[in-house]
């Protein structure tokens, strides 16, 4: 795919979405962090659910902290692997207390350093909360960069790196929230919307559906 071809994409993206971000609810970056940890192999929806619930009673690494393993559990049961997301957050909330003044690190080595803290969830933080240029490429990203041409890769690494080199800049900050949606609502796995994608006539995949 060509350099123009790849900016009227973004513009495109753009103009249908001027202000993209997560759709996961939160606050603060601590509530954003905690979501993110949550989110793992589950819905934003269903993370949201549970944080509507737990936010309002504890929404600080002394207040979840204080709820304990089983008290945490309560509220985050009906996520996905909630019993090692709920150990993997108390130590999370005990070392930024320890460690960081109760305040979330705005840099990839003391995020990743935090139980069940890895590249890509580093990576939606360093974007999200922080405004920095970050790909965090999940399933979602990983497919729509491979399938449309805008950055094949043969892992997420790959398309990671090649999104960051090859975006243009004006559009880093908030790529990675448009090839999300494109991906999940649009760009689907097993049935794209091509005949109702903006992005059609420049997308490269061979296979379109009508």
Not at 28 to 33: A, G, K, N, Q, V
Not at 169 to 176: G, V
Not at 189 to 208: F, V
Request: aromatic content about 6%; proline content about 5%; charged content about 25%.
């Amino acid at each position: 795919m060509n350099k123009e071809k790849r900016r009227l994409i973004f513009e495109r993206l753009r103009e249908n979405n001027p202000h993209p971000t997560t759709e996961l609810e939160y606050t603060t970056p601590f509530e954003l962090l905690i979501a993110v940890i949550l989110s793992a192999q589950a819905t934003d929806v269903g993370v949201n659910k549970a944080t509507r619930k737990l936010y309002p009673v504890a929404n600080t690494p002394e207040a979840i902290y204080a709820l304990g393993v089983d008290g945490l559990k309560e509220y985050i049961k009906t996520i996905g692997l909630f019993n090692s997301k709920a150990e993997n957050v108390i130590k999370t909330c005990r070392m930024l207390i320890d460690k960081h003044n109760s305040v979330v690190p705005n840099n990839r080595e003391d995020l990743e350093a935090l139980p069940g803290v890895g590249r890509k969830t580093a990576n939606v933080i360093l974007n999200t909360a922080f405004g920095q240029p970050a790909m965090a490429v999940d399933t979602h990203i990983f497919r729509v960069s491979n399938r449309t041409g805008i950055a094949p890769g043969k892992n997420v690494l790959d398309v990671e790196k090649r999104l960051l080199r090859l975006v243009p800049k004006e559009f880093l900050i908030d790529a990675h929230h448009w090839l999300i949606l494109h991906g999940r609502y649009v760009c689907k796995a097993r049935k794209p919307q091509c005949g109702s994608c903006i992005i059609e006539d420049l997308c490269e995949y061979r296979d379109k559906t009508e």
